[in-house]
């Protein structure tokens, strides 16, 4: 019952973030994105993340390190901005990690790195021209996020049950919504960007939490 009530708040309050989005009401969006990232770490915790070992705890410190994206995210500082691509990435570095201790196909980690190798490069492509001086940030971050999804489709693969299945799906989830923040930050600002992206990030944590307990 408290996970469900902890997916429950998560749900309401990234609906009430992306309201305050298009309500551009600062103070709103800071409390109701707080409450959907301290949600879905207390879910992973509440429902025995950490007792499933080195992969619990290393979901869990991307969780963490998620959440501390998302409060630096908060300020459209440049800064701040970098401050939470750290954050990101490193959280990626954590799920791989993870996805790595559970056991990977190697061959499927490589297949899927030749296509996810090109998606990186036509969405680097994308943004080179507007990134100015975050080039290379912004270069590493893609190519972990990449790594990170090959590694869960490696850990799906090398043993398809629910539980890495539901990784899997939610790193392409994680994937996903970065693009959506980046064409945010880069291409064209605006309140759009975040309603699918939001909705598609906080599920995509909900998904981590939950799916390493059964995987």
């Keep these: 019952m408290v996970e469900q009530g902890l997916v429950g708040v998560c749900a309401v309050s990234t609906l009430a973030l992306v309201g305050a989005e298009f309500a551009e009401h600062a103070l709103a969006k800071a409390v109701t994105k707080t409450i959907a990232a301290s949600s879905f770490v207390a879910l992973a915790v509440v429902g025995g993340a950490l007792a499933q070992g080195a992969v619990g705890v290393a979901v869990v410190a991307g969780l963490c390190l998620s959440m501390v994206g998302d409060l630096c995210l908060l300020s459209?500082?440049?800064?701040?901005?970098?401050?939470?691509?750290v954050a990101f990435l490193l959280a990626h570095i954590a799920y791989a990690v993870g996805f790595g201790m559970l056991g990977l196909s190697l061959g499927a980690v490589a297949v899927a790195a030749v296509p996810l190798a090109g998606v990186a490069l036509l969405v680097w492509r994308w943004l080179a021209p507007t990134v100015g001086p975050l080039g290379r940030p912004v270069q590493a971050y893609i190519t972990v996020i990449s790594l990170m999804v090959a590694f869960a489709v490696g850990a799906a693969v090398?043993?398809?049950?629910?539980g890495r299945v539901g990784l899997l799906v939610s790193a392409i989830g994680f994937f996903l919504s970065d693009l959506c923040v980046a064409r945010d930050r880069f291409v064209s600002s605006g309140p759009q960007n975040r309603a699918i992206g939001l909705p598609l990030y906080f599920g995509s944590q909900v998904g981590f939490a939950l799916s390493v307990v059964v995987a």
Excluded at 78 to 83: H, V
Aim: hydrophobic residues 35%.
């Design 76 to 85: 459209r500082e440049k800064r701040w901005f970098l401050g939470g691509l």
């Design 158 to 162: 090398a043993d398809p049950t629910p």
